[in-house]
């Protein structure tokens, strides 16, 4: 007979690889220390390899090769796990109701949640939305690990088979300086701007390789080195004359430019633009909730 791991014994695991000590883990968990300590000894003896180093007590715990792909795995399975249990809940037609974790991108977040919570509110009022800002690649890691139900990502981005739906368009603006803008002959041509005076985001935001791309800028001499961390620094830096950048639509229709001393012109490439989706994990049971909820937020957008 088959011996299976059970989800406690991964519960236990996966918390532990978070804190590093038996204590914490086991206080997180609600269990007692030795509780936590028989579960994870129970599920070395069944896969057959240590998990972690057996060092002194206070140091904090490391995880061997096996026991990070075990937490790896481990991961995956109770985020499944979860989607079967949300199931009974949309046996019963609570689509609309309990929690929704939600994971958005910082170029997306501070344009679109406010709305999106005002409008499920006054739609909805028994479902709760949790949300979380931060970058592609952590959302798609907490979807993944079961910590986030839906993430609202800019598209095309590797998703790494998760379900994916397009909800809207979001065109890219270029901004100059009022002043500058009166040297620059419209419409505009890359070939016209000086070398390193187009300024964009640090790498982690899938803004820049979507503007980059969908504005057809191939010349990375006209790309200056400095990477902001947000949009309002882009735009405090070409707003003091130093160059120029992209903005999506949705960040000046909410304000970003106002009393700013600046120009908004169409970039090159025709009709430049990023698509705003949402993606799920394929095993979820929540898919009618995603659905409904991509019409809110397409109204929105």
């Known amino acids: 007979m088959n011996k299976w791991p059970s989800l406690k014994q991964l519960h236990y695991l996966v918390t532990l690889h978070e804190t590093r000590h038996f204590s914490d883990a086991a206080e997180r968990c609600f269990v007692s220390q030795s509780t936590l300590s028989k579960g994870i000894q ?5 896969i057959g390899c240590p998990l972690y180093e057996k060092k002194d ?31 009974g809940a949309l046996c019963q037609g609570q689509v609309m109701q309990g929690q929704l974790k939600i994971g958005c991108i910082p170029t997306i977040a501070p344009f679109l949640l406010c709305d999106l919570v005002q ?6 009022p028994s479902l709760t939305l949790l949300l979380r800002e931060d970058t592609t690649s952590n959302l798609l890691t907490a979807l993944r690990h079961g ?22 368009q979001d065109p890219f603006r270029m901004v100059i300086s ?7 002959p419209v419409p505009i041509k890359y070939d016209d701007l000086p070398n390193e005076s187009v300024f964009l985001l640090e790498k982690e935001h899938c803004l820049t390789e979507h503007a980059v791309s969908a504005c057809k800028l191939t010349d990375k001499e006209k790309i200056n080195p400095f ?8 735009v405090q830096m070409v707003a003091n004359g130093l160059g120029t950048t992209f903005i999506p639509q949705m960040a000046i229709e909410h304000g970003l430019l106002e009393n700013q001393n600046l120009v908004v012109i169409d970039p090159p490439g025709q009709q430049a633009h990023r698509d705003i989706g949402l993606v799920w994990r394929p ?3 929540r898919t009618e909730t995603f659905e409904q909820l991509a019409e809110v937020v397409s109204e929105l957008l």
Request: hydrophobic residues 40%; glycine residues 8%.
């Open 178 to 184: 009022r002043n500058q803008a009166d040297g620059i």
């Open 227 to 234: 990477s902001a961390t947000s949009l309002h620094t882009l």
């Open 147 to 168: 910590d986030l139900d839906v993430l609202i990502l800019a598209l095309p981005v590797e998703i790494d088979g998760m379900q994916s739906k397009v909800v809207g």
């Open 57 to 87: 007590k206070k140091s904090p715990l490391v995880f061997t090769h096996s026991g990070e792909m075990v937490v790896q795995q481990g991961r995956e399975l109770l985020a499944k796990g979860q989607d079967l249990v949300e199931l």
């Open 42 to 46: 129970n599920l070395e003896e069944l």
């Open 283 to 285: 095993s979820s049971s």
């Open 119 to 124: 409008e499920v509110n006054a739609r909805y």
